[in-house]
């Protein structure tokens, strides 16, 4: 049984992508923080950036909303569980408010989530060089569909206390709750995936702090608490996908999660998962450490491997445990810079080619380019540590790097029919070895609970196998 009732909890939403939706998002839920309140974080999308910075921000991890890969249990589920006990949420959307899989629908939107959720919308524009078009803009968001309730606009970019004033001025449809001026010194870092991570070594706490003392200066931060509380009861009820974690319960496995400056990619509701069918999660990381802990599976999710290609390639002795470790049969789950780790080499874009973990053979070759991005349907063809054949899961993909064969090396098994979602033939991926599955997808395992189900299983099998003989 999932938590239900009243949860205080608004929508940051955006007339588009650049506006500054995560910018004001972080300072919202920095200025709350800094008022005491408790806040939830949430992310709509498969995006695994964002949600590090509501981390800084709001003091707790941000989980992933996403409505194409989880379905619209999984999603009020995980948003209720992770709101028990906040004293709102916040809850940041993608792309525009309205933008979605298909032209023609709301699915895999900001605006779906806001339905399912019943949650009122703030809408982030930016209001550079915008004067009385902001009547229009309001306008029309707030009736394209009347089921969103768009309550308030946030002006980005304003030139001053005085443009703000004009824009609310102006009376808009949906009111003015405030703005930001631009502040090119507390802008975040960006590389080719987008935002960096939001650590302190690359943002420092300086440019958090800043922005939610921003927030408080310039946003009705009371205005905005009262909308948030404004939202209906949600109904949650015995939603498909529920599950518990019983930190008291005995531990039937224990898994490594890579996790370090060049992995750090995963979704929190896939680790709950786990932990939820009783695995331990151990971190380690790659670059740091010499030695696995004590572990009967590895989960080596994304990141920016080709960043950090040389330290993982001098970490020779921890590369030599991991191929060890899979000589063993242990279990090895990996999703696109862990596929590029286990990879014979990595070639950054200057043409080096840095020797990684060889358990699969070829080389992840960096581009400039996007190699693929969007999301994908997954059907394995054999039995596999994800469960049997014919198994099915939803997830994304998004890089600029990939696998060219080996020179004369064997062939390796792969065991995926991967489909676009949106068009496109599908191909075959799903690289494996023994126990060991290495992929570009990104998979979100409420599109398929069955799936964290068989991970767990195969370790508990896997550490079996391994122990000596009584």
């Known amino acids: 049984m999932v938590p239900s009732g009243k949860i205080p909890r608004v929508v940051i939403a955006a007339t588009g992508s650049g506006v500054g939706k995560t910018t004001a998002t972080v300072a919202l839920m920095g200025a709350m923080r800094a008022r005491g309140l ?9 995006d695994y950036l964002d949600p590090t910075y509501h981390e800084r921000a709001a003091g707790v991890r941000s989980h992933n909303l996403d409505g194409w890969m989880m379905g619209r249990d999984a999603v009020v589920a995980t948003f209720a569980r992770a709101s028990a006990g906040a004293d709102t949420a916040v809850i940041e959307g993608m792309m525009g408010l309205f933008d979605s899989a298909t032209p023609t629908g709301d699915d895999g939107s900001t605006a779906q989530i806001a339905k ?10 930016d209001a550079s060089g915008v004067a009385r078009t902001i009547a229009a803009v309001a306008a ?10 768009v309550a308030a606009m946030i002006c980005n970019r304003v030139g001053g206390r005085g443009h703000l004033d004009l824009l609310r001025a102006v009376r808009p449809e949906v009111p003015i709750v405030g703005g930001f001026p631009a502040s090119a010194d507390l802008a975040f870092p960006e590389r080719h995936l987008g935002l960096l991570v939001a650590d302190e070594s690359n943002v420092p706490q300086r440019l958090i702090d800043g922005w939610s003392q921003l927030a408080t200066e310039w946003l009705d931060l009371d205005a905005i608490i009262e909308i948030a509380r404004s939202a209906p009861d949600l109904e949650v009820g015995n939603a498909s996908g529920s599950y518990r ?3 008291s319960a005995r531990s039937r496995c224990r898994i490594g999660i ?11 509701d896939n680790l709950n998962r786990l932990r939820a069918l009783g695995a331990e999660l151990i971190n380690f990381s790659p670059i740091h450490d010499r030695e696995l802990p004590e572990v009967d599976g590895l989960y080596l999710g994304g990141g920016y491997p080709e960043a950090f290609a040389r ?3 001098s970490n020779g002795a921890m590369l030599s445990v991991i191929r060890s470790f899979a000589g063993r049969q242990g279990v090895i789950y990996a999703e696109c810079g862990g596929l590029m780790y286990l990879t014979a080499a990595i070639r950054t874009l200057d043409g080096v080619q840095w020797p990684m973990a060889a358990i699969i053979s070829g080389v992840a070759a960096m581009s400039n380019r996007l190699q693929a991005i969007g999301y994908v349907e997954v059907e394995t063809r054999a039995d596999s540590i994800l469960g049997p054949a014919h198994t099915r899961f939803r997830g994304h993909q998004f890089r600029h790097s990939t696998l060219e064969a080996a020179d004369g090396g064997d062939r390796i098994d792969t065991i995926y029919n991967v489909a676009p979602r949106w068009g496109g ?8 070895v023994g126990n060991v599955l290495a992929s570009y997808v990104h998979a979100h395992w409420a599109s398929n609970p069955a799936v964290a189900e068989a991970l ?11 122990q000596p003989a009584a």
């Open 38 to 46: 408790k806040v939830a974080a949430f992310k709509c999308g498969p």
């Open 116 to 125: 399912w959720l019943d949650a009122p919308v703030i809408l982030v524009t």
């Open 140 to 149: 029309g968001f707030a009736r394209f569909d009347p089921a969103v309730r």
């Open 245 to 247: 974690i019983d930190s």
């Open 258 to 268: 890579a996790y370090d400056a060049a992995f750090h990619f995963y979704y929190e």
């Open 311 to 313: 330290e993982l390639s």
């Open 425 to 432: 033939a599908p191909f075959a991926e799903g690289y494996r």
């Open 456 to 466: 767990v299983g195969a370790c508990v099998r896997s550490r079996v196998a391994r």
